[in-house]
């Protein structure tokens, strides 16, 4: 086979760039806007260029998303490879029950979905709701053609105000999100809150020169632990959707 361009496997936004469409689906005030945040700043930080366009967020005055966020990345340029970079459409659903409507618009023309989790003890049943709410919304696709993996955000908390991963996994494997022996390395976890607080902290540090090259970039290696492991749900996705993709082009 000759070689697989990005259009090849991707769609193409009104730019004609080939975008991968990520959804972030989870319950009310698990962080999702959080997350989008955080990795907007994280983008400006280590590269602006990255950032195709600025984060819109659609709220209401106490902070609560209404419609959606949005934020479009892309990939840096490949080191001297030709082709296209990758574009990111990254979208957070409004979590509250009431604007259910309006995820029907955020998930036309998904690719991959970040269930976005809430270890908070009292989010257990929410959480539940949520993976069922997705597989409903998605249909037969849903962990298939649209791969899932999960996110469960506030691992900050201590363990007594923390629901139990186990239970995650399972419900996500009865839900048909994941194969069972595939489960462990589709559910992350991690900290929104811990990661703004490291990137505030590199930002105010008196040794900030340790972290910025000479364009004032934070270098990659100096990425807080916190910040990986926000950022490792997008490249898991990312990897099961091009697998996937490249699976059908392969197979037609
Ligand atoms: N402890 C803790 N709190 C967090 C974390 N991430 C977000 N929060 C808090 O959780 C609350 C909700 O965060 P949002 O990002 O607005 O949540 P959301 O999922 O966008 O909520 P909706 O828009 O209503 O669906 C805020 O008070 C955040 O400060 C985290 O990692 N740990
Ligand atoms: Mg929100």
């Given at each position: 086979m000759s070689q697989l361009e990005l259009t090849d496997i991707f769609s193409v936004d009104r730019q004609g760039k080939p975008t991968m469409k990520i959804v972030l689906f989870g319950p009310p005030l698990s962080g999702k806007t959080s997350m989008l945040t955080v990795f907007n700043a994280l983008r400006r930080m280590e590269n602006?260029?990255?950032?195709v366009s600025s984060l819109q967020k659609i709220q209401d005055i106490s902070g609560r998303t209404v419609f959606f966020d949005q934020g479009v990345f892309q990939t840096p340029p490949f080191k001297g490879k030709k082709f296209d970079r990758l574009r990111y459409q990254l979208w957070t659903i409004p979590g509250e029950e009431r604007h259910k409507v309006q995820r029907d618009i955020v998930m036309k023309g998904v690719d991959g979905v970040i269930l976005f989790l809430n270890f908070e003890n009292i989010a257990k049943q929410m959480n539940e709701e949520i993976i069922k709410g997705a597989k409903d919304q998605i249909g037969e696709k849903f962990g298939k053609k649209v791969p899932v993996v999960a996110f469960i955000n506030k691992s900050d908390l201590a363990e007594n105000e923390r629901i139990d991963k186990r239970e995650i996994i399972q419900n996500m494997i009865e839900e048909g999100a994941i194969l069972s022996d595939k489960a462990a390395n589709h559910v992350m976890t991690g900290s929104c809150l811990n990661a703004r607080n490291d990137l505030v902290e590199i930002l105010n540090s008196p040794n900030r020169d340790e972290y910025?090259?000479?364009?004032n970039r934070l270098t990659v290696d100096k990425r807080p632990d916190s910040v990986w492991l926000i950022v490792r749900p997008i490249q898991k996705l990312t990897q099961l959707v091009v697998e996937q993709r490249i699976e059908i082009v392969q197979d037609s």
């Open positions: 602006p260029d990255t950032i910025f090259d000479d364009n």
